[in-house]
């Protein structure tokens, strides 16, 4: 069964002769444009196609072609990101170029809907990184040689079973598995079905590759040319849960099912448990912004536990334009007025004289337990989620939001509850935490 439905997935992500043959002409055509642009910087030393489209692992429905410029290693890092900039502008003005961010801007355009990005790395032996894309070249021609054309066309089905389940994508948004953990995996086990069975039984902390070095993530994926270096160390741990879950499932029962892009079943019962935080933030780079709202998430929930407010999950978002929204899932987004507090056993004379009368003023009520212990009832100040969350947010920004994002927040938040307010793509990102995910659902 499996086979079957493997070799129908394969007619459908192996690029067509005619595609290919279309894809090879922009690639060139754009090429030569970045070659003659590169003449004029003696920083530059030469060119060369990276990524999927180098490799022969590219989809056919979305293949970006990278090429790569290679600067003289000890080009100032301010030199590297501009003279990077002119070239990808001025060799490709025709079709309107934009900048893009990762470590570095690079500058990206579209040829008749395909994307090509020209990015910039030093020329700099293995191990002495000076760039995030230095490493990118070394896969290249390494994976290039070692991944026979078979092994590559099972790198297309990984890719299509990663993405149509929602866990294929590298960026800091997804945390998910990049084109080049694909080509490990097939690399390692050696077809696209072996990836399916050794997932599906994978072990915690199981070490996938040759190491000396020990990492502590569930899963570690070691990078075949430089054996320090953990490929799941950028991959969440909700991902590796569903990759695992997704892979026992088709392990079960192949169906075409799993190549299709999954969706998930939303409750409408829990909308009203969702707290959402709003505000607006001046435009700065993807990795940036989605590193600090990432950690206020997590700052925040902190403070609403604190609060005495139980969340259940909690997931940050942004349109990457200028609006942000953090979605608190909680059990309650009303809790009780009053709560106890545990204090010190009788028989520790100090601390309980002193949780005594410390409490004895303040709290409501105080006793001894039957556990030894002497209770105080203390008396929330706020028991509506959206009035704790706006107070704390107006009186404590120090302590609960990041540095880089404390401006964003005094310019203005809004605090609501549910998703009355709500654009139909912000509502659908925050509809996440209230369903059932897709992997999931195969087990049916």
Same mark, same amino acid.
């Given at each position: 069964?499996?086979?079957?439905?493997?070799?129908?997935?394969?007619?459908?992500?192996?690029?067509?002769?005619?595609?290919?043959?279309? #894809?090879?002409?922009?690639?060139?055509?754009?090429?030569? %444009?970045?070659?003659?642009?590169?003449?004029?910087?003696?920083?530059?030393?030469?060119?060369?196609?990276?990524?999927?489209?180098?490799?022969?692992?590219?989809?056919?429905?979305?293949?970006?072609?990278?090429?790569? @410029?290679? *600067?003289?290693?000890?080009?100032?890092?301010?030199?590297?990101?501009?003279?990077?900039?002119?070239?990808?502008?001025?060799?490709?003005?025709?079709?309107?170029?934009?900048?893009?961010?990762?470590?570095?801007?690079?500058?990206?355009?579209?040829? #008749?809907?395909?994307? @090509?990005? $020209?990015?910039?790395?030093?020329?700099?032996?293995?191990?002495?990184?000076?760039?995030?894309?230095?490493?990118?070249?070394?896969?290249?021609?390494?994976?290039?040689?070692?991944?026979?054309?078979?092994?590559? /066309?099972?790198?297309?089905?990984?890719?299509?079973?990663?993405?149509?389940?929602?866990?294929?994508?590298?960026?800091?948004?997804?945390?998910?598995?990049?084109?080049?953990?694909?080509?490990?995996?097939?690399?390692?086990?050696?077809?696209?079905? !072996?990836?399916?069975?050794? @997932?599906?039984?994978?072990?915690? /902390?199981?070490?996938?590759?040759?190491?000396?070095?020990?990492?502590?993530?569930?899963?570690?994926?070691?990078?075949?040319?430089?054996?320090? =270096? /953990?490929?799941?160390?950028?991959?969440?741990?909700?991902?590796?849960?569903?990759?695992?879950?997704?892979?026992?499932?088709? #392990?079960?029962?192949?169906?075409?099912? *799993?190549?299709? !892009? =999954?969706?998930?079943?939303?409750?409408?019962?829990?909308?009203?448990?969702?707290?959402?935080?709003?505000?607006?933030?001046?435009?700065?780079? &993807?990795?940036? @912004?989605?590193?600090?709202?990432?950690?206020?998430?997590?700052?925040?929930?902190?403070?609403?536990?604190?609060?005495?407010?139980?969340v259940l999950r909690s997931k940050p978002h942004t349109d990457q334009q200028n609006e942000i929204y953090l979605f608190f899932f909680l059990e309650s987004t009303k809790i009780s007025q009053i709560?106890?507090?545990?204090?010190?056993?009788?028989?520790?004379?100090?601390?309980?004289?002193?949780?005594?009368?410390? !409490?004895?003023?303040?709290?409501?009520?105080?006793?001894?337990?039957? !556990?030894?212990?002497?209770?105080? %009832?203390?008396?929330?100040?706020?028991?509506?989620?959206?009035?704790?969350?706006?107070?704390?947010?107006?009186?404590?920004?120090?302590?609960?939001? &990041?540095?880089?994002?404390?401006?964003?927040?005094?310019?203005?938040?809004?605090?609501?509850?549910?998703?009355?307010?709500?654009?139909?793509?912000?509502?659908?990102?925050?509809?996440?935490? $209230?369903?059932?995910?897709?992997? %999931?659902?195969?087990?049916?």
């Amino acid at each position: 069964m499996m086979k079957s439905i493997i070799s129908r997935v394969s007619k459908i992500v192996i690029p067509s002769t005619s595609l290919e043959k279309s #894809k090879k002409q922009i690639a060139q055509l754009a090429f030569d %444009l970045v070659e003659k642009e590169i003449m004029k910087f003696p920083e530059v030393i030469d060119l060369e196609f990276g990524g999927s489209f180098a490799k022969g692992t590219w989809l056919s429905k979305d293949a970006d072609v990278d090429i790569f @410029i290679r *600067f003289k290693k000890n080009t100032s890092e301010e030199k590297f990101e501009k003279i990077s900039k002119k070239i990808g502008f001025n060799s490709l003005k025709k079709y309107s170029p934009y900048v893009r961010y990762s470590q570095h801007p690079y500058v990206e355009a579209k040829i #008749k809907n395909t994307k @090509i990005n $020209v990015v910039p790395f030093y020329d700099v032996k293995i191990g002495e990184w000076k760039s995030a894309a230095d490493r990118s070249t070394f896969h290249t021609k390494f994976m290039d040689k070692s991944l026979t054309s078979k092994m590559k /066309n099972e790198v297309r089905i990984l890719k299509t079973f990663l993405k149509s389940n929602g866990i294929y994508g590298a960026e800091i948004a997804k945390q998910g598995f990049s084109g080049y953990i694909s080509e490990v995996l097939i690399l390692h086990f050696g077809s696209f079905e !072996n990836v399916i069975k050794s @997932i599906s039984e994978i072990k915690e /902390n199981q070490v996938i590759g040759k190491t000396s070095k020990k990492f502590e993530t569930s899963v570690v994926i070691i990078d075949p040319i430089d054996n320090n =270096r /953990n490929l799941a160390a950028a991959v969440s741990d909700e991902n590796i849960g569903k990759f695992i879950l997704v892979c026992r499932a088709f #392990k079960e029962k192949a169906k075409m099912d *799993f190549f299709k !892009n =999954r969706k998930s079943r939303t409750s409408n019962e829990y909308w009203n448990n969702l707290l959402v935080v709003k505000f607006e933030y001046k435009s700065r780079s &993807p990795d940036i @912004i989605w590193g600090q709202i990432k950690r206020v998430t997590s700052s925040l929930s902190t403070q609403l536990e604190l609060g005495g407010f139980k969340v259940l999950r909690s997931k940050p978002h942004t349109d990457q334009q200028n609006e942000i929204y953090l979605f608190f899932f909680l059990e309650s987004t009303k809790i009780s007025q009053i709560y106890s507090k545990s204090g010190p056993e009788f028989f520790r004379e100090d601390s309980s004289k002193s949780f005594i009368s410390k !409490n004895l003023k303040n709290s409501e009520l105080l006793w001894v337990s039957n !556990n030894k212990k002497i209770i105080s %009832l203390e008396k929330r100040k706020h028991i509506e989620a959206v009035n704790f969350m706006t107070e704390f947010l107006k009186k404590n920004l120090q302590t609960g939001v &990041p540095k880089g994002l404390q401006s964003d927040f005094k310019r203005g938040f809004k605090v609501s509850v549910g998703n009355k307010n709500l654009s139909k793509s912000i509502k659908e990102a925050a509809s996440e935490l $209230v369903s059932t995910d897709g992997t %999931l659902l195969y087990f049916n």
